[in-house]
């Protein structure tokens, strides 16, 4: 009877064995043989290559967030407002921070996101497209949102040319 039962035990679990390695064949792709020595073999290379996708994967985003970048520009934002009002002197200083537009630059490889809040002014949008184009920049989409009744909220997708320096913007 001892005996009856460990036969039985053992017969059960070599049908588990027996069931597990069927379900490993069914993930591991490419097997050609389903004997156990080769399901396992297979197995082993596929959980090596999986580890290596890993690895290259977590390389990729670690430099994916390396090349972004996000920089908030503060002093050239003087001279754009100084071309669009038509001011060239650099003794116009009175409220210079009331009329300061806030713009913030992020960098992704040769994309710059713009952003700019700045006051609602005849020809401003013209003005900001053409210094844009000034730094070789061609943009791609832009979007402007009213922002109360004296504010624009503007968001301009540049690209940097073919063959320009990425430090275009310093």
């Known amino acids: 009877s ?26 591991v792709p490419g097997l050609k043989k389903t004997d156990k020595m080769s399901v396992l ?9 999986l580890k290596e996708k890993v690895k290259s994967f977590e390389e990729e985003v670690a430099n994916y967030r390396q090349t972004v970048e996000s920089v908030v520009l503060v002093k050239k934002t003087q001279l754009l407002v100084d071309s669009i009002n038509g001011d060239d002197d650099d003794n116009n200083n009175n409220n210079e921070n009331d009329s ?10 040769k994309n710059l996101l713009f952003k700019v809040h700045c006051e609602k002014q005849k020809g401003i949008l013209p003005k ?11 943009i791609v989409t832009m979007s402007v949102i009213p922002f109360g009744a004296l504010a624009l909220d503007i968001t301009i997708l540049a690209q940097m040319e073919m063959g320009l320096d990425e430090n275009v913007m310093e």
């Open 128 to 138: 900001l497209f053409s210094e844009i184009e000034k730094c070789s920049l061609t």
């Open 2 to 27: 001892q005996l009856e039962n460990h036969l039985m035990a053992e017969r059960k679990r070599r049908e588990l064995l027996t069931q597990q390695f069927v379900a490993l064949s069914a993930v």
């Open 41 to 49: 073999g297979e197995t082993i290379k596929y959980l090596h290559q």
């Open 100 to 109: 300061l537009p806030q713009i913030e630059v992020k960098v992704l490889e």
